[in-house]
């Protein structure tokens, strides 16, 4: 399985308070991932991050607060992917012309494939808590609308370097391209088969029926 998290550097600092902190966040992903929030145990947090209980409860109060900090740390990080990818996208279009707006998601899509198991675990996760428990559910919120917006940036500055403009606001667009991402991982994980030209039909056709050149009438 890949891993969404770089190692940390070692050296002497790397038992001060905010390393001890991020080890423990970046730890518990596995551990997340194969137990779900309900199946995990400190003690299961804390063998993984090699400390003891103490430095678990002098940075965190409980597991569900360690898993908040996990969820915003893997959005950004899937975040820092999406960006990477258009922005490399946007610098090939340069050189190829042909390339459009779907190739670029495609690229998100391609980028962010090898974790796509990881993510929905703890996005699924996340949601069936977060149904049940309202400061979960406060957490998520404030994650999703961080994804929907930045997604909905990342697609504005696109458009707008083609000449384009969306039919609906750019988050509302940006929330329905999320939905068809999370689909089209759980496709390929439900299915286990390659869902590459099922993304590049169904990303295509979303953006053609929701964008419009920019000098067309206002509807």
Do not use: C, H
């Not at 495609?106 to 993510?119: K, L, T």
């Not at 750019?170 to 329905?176: G, P, S």
């Amino acid at each position: 399985m890949s891993d969404l998290f770089d190692p940390l550097p070692e050296s002497p600092g790397t038992r001060r308070k905010e390393n001890t902190r991020a080890r423990l966040v970046r730890a518990s992903l596995d551990v997340f991932v194969d137990e779900g929030i309900d199946g995990a145990t400190v003690d299961d947090l804390v063998r993984a991050a090699g400390f003891t209980r103490g430095a678990f409860y002098s940075n965190f109060s409980s597991k569900e607060e360690v898993f908040s900090a996990l969820f915003a740390t893997v959005t950004e990080e899937l975040l820092g992917i999406a960006r990477t990818s258009v922005e490399e996208a946007m610098g090939r279009a340069t050189t190829e012309p042909g390339l459009d707006d779907a190739a670029a998601l495609i690229a998100v899509f391609e980028a962010i494939r090898p974790f796509g198991r990881q993510w929905y675990l703890l996005y699924s996760d996340a949601i069936t808590r977060s149904l049940r428990d309202e400061e979960m559910r406060v957490e998520l919120a404030a994650q999703r609308e961080r994804l929907r917006d930045e997604i909905g940036q990342l697609l504005t500055t696109r458009m707008e370097a083609a000449g384009e403009r969306p039919l609906l606001p750019a988050e509302d667009l940006a929330q329905l391209l999320v939905g068809i991402f999370v689909d089209l991982m759980v496709r390929e994980q439900m299915d286990g088969r390659d869902v590459t030209e099922l993304a590049a039909t169904t990303i295509l056709g979303t953006l053609r029926a929701f964008i419009t050149p920019r000098d067309d009438p206002q509807p």
